[in-house]
């Protein structure tokens, strides 16, 4: 079962069972795991959807794992800035996930996946947006964050940096601004290497639901042979990693004792004109009684505890405020 709707577009899609193609990959943070979908794509009502009935299995011990209170993130942060300052790293990207019981904010009622879906779509419009269940996996996100977006015919290519999250109606600090830079600096490191024609947008507000980001957009020409060693540079970006990214990665295995799974990987959708690779951020993932909803942030040297887990309980909100129960 695949739903999804491309970013800025009101038409729904699911996949055929036509197996000679694949046309959309579920790719891990750490490119481990990989879920393709495969069949041509063909449209779907929202009415067809809101009956989805689909209900996921149980997986308890994933619970402990994601257990992270206030305190105990806390003591992750002051110990990714440590690693910061041992490091000398602008920024290291950590996350944590959130238990959210049904019955804790249901009153006993059932979870509809379809029409918590068609909610999650409706209020994140500019966002790439997807429900799945495939191999006892079932998995609902969305986020308008472009890895990366290729024309066939013409080999245009564009992508983004995006970084610094601050409640819509918050004005920016020197802190989001300084997490921002290095995405751009790394974005537009990689390029050089692999595109011709390069041009850079200012730096510009991109609104999500109830928060902001800063962003840089980027315009190139790639050609064919060169597009997946781009893909493989780029991600991850130092906005879900940090930078330099050997480093990070190795930082996030030290400090985080849960797998990110899809969280903070990519989406790779392919039409007969466009491939398109989505960062996969704004997402959870469903069990028979409760949810693992992802979230995380960049860490500085600047950063603050409090603020970076209040920061993430804000983008927790994404999903949880969408999640309809009957």
């Known amino acids: 079962m695949l739903y999804f709707r491309f970013p800025d577009s009101e038409t729904f899609f699911t996949t055929d069972d036509d197996s000679s193609a694949v046309n959309i990959s579920f790719i891990s943070f750490d490119r481990k795991k990989e879920l393709d979908f495969k069949g041509n794509l063909i449209p779907i009502s929202s009415e067809q959807i809101a009956?989805?009935?689909?209900?996921?299995?149980?997986?308890?011990?994933?619970?402990?794992?994601?257990?992270?209170?206030?305190?105990?993130?806390?003591?992750?942060?002051?110990?990714?800035?440590?690693?910061?300052?041992?490091?000398?790293?602008?920024?290291?990207?950590?996350?944590?996930?959130?238990?959210?019981?049904?019955?804790?904010?249901?009153?006993?009622k059932k979870l509809s996946l379809g029409k918590s879906f068609l909610q999650f779509s409706k209020n994140y419009p500019n966002a790439f947006c997807y429900l799945f269940e495939k191999d006892g996996q079932c998995w609902m996100g969305g986020f308008s964050e472009v890895l990366g977006k290729y024309n066939k015919k013409t080999n245009a290519f564009e992508?983004?940096?995006?970084?610094?999250?601050?409640?819509?109606?918050?004005?920016?600090?020197?802190?989001?601004?300084?997490?921002?830079?290095?995405?751009?600096?790394?974005?537009?490191?990689?390029?050089?290497?692999?595109?011709?024609?390069?041009?850079?947008?200012?730096?510009q507000d991109h609104i999500s639901g109830n928060i902001k980001h800063l962003r840089t957009d980027f315009k190139a020409t790639v050609y064919p042979q060169d597009l997946e060693n781009l893909i493989k540079e780029l991600h991850p970006t130092p906005a879900v990693c940090g930078f330099p990214k050997d480093v990070c990665m190795q930082g996030i295995k030290i400090i985080e004792f849960n797998s990110r799974e899809?969280?903070?990987?990519?989406?790779?959708?392919?039409?007969?004109?466009?491939?398109?690779?989505?960062?996969?951020?704004?997402?959870?993932?469903?069990?028979?009684?409760?949810?693992?909803?992802?979230?995380?942030?960049?860490?500085?040297?600047?950063?603050?505890?409090?603020?970076?887990?209040?920061?993430?309980?804000?983008?927790?909100?994404?999903?949880?405020?969408?999640?309809?129960?009957?």
């Open 51 to 108: 009956q989805e009935e689909y209900i996921p299995k149980s997986k308890k011990e994933r619970i402990e794992l994601y257990k992270d209170t206030e305190d105990s993130y806390s003591r992750k942060v002051q110990q990714a800035i440590d690693y910061i300052t041992t490091n000398q790293l602008r920024k290291l990207v950590i996350s944590r996930g959130k238990i959210l019981m049904y019955t804790d904010i249901s009153h006993d």
């Open 159 to 203: 992508t983004m940096s995006l970084a610094g999250t601050m409640p819509v109606d918050e004005a920016w600090t020197e802190k989001e601004i300084e997490e921002q830079k290095p995405v751009t600096e790394y974005v537009q490191s990689v390029l050089k290497r692999f595109a011709v024609d390069i041009s850079i947008s200012k730096v």
């Open 262 to 326: 899809f969280y903070s990987g990519f989406i790779k959708v392919e039409t007969e004109e466009e491939i398109y690779y989505f960062v996969n951020l704004r997402c959870a993932e469903f069990f028979k009684s409760y949810a693992i909803l992802y979230v995380g942030g960049g860490i500085t040297e600047k950063s603050d505890p409090q603020k970076e887990w209040t920061e993430t309980e804000l983008k927790s909100l994404a999903i949880q405020h969408n999640l309809v129960f009957e």
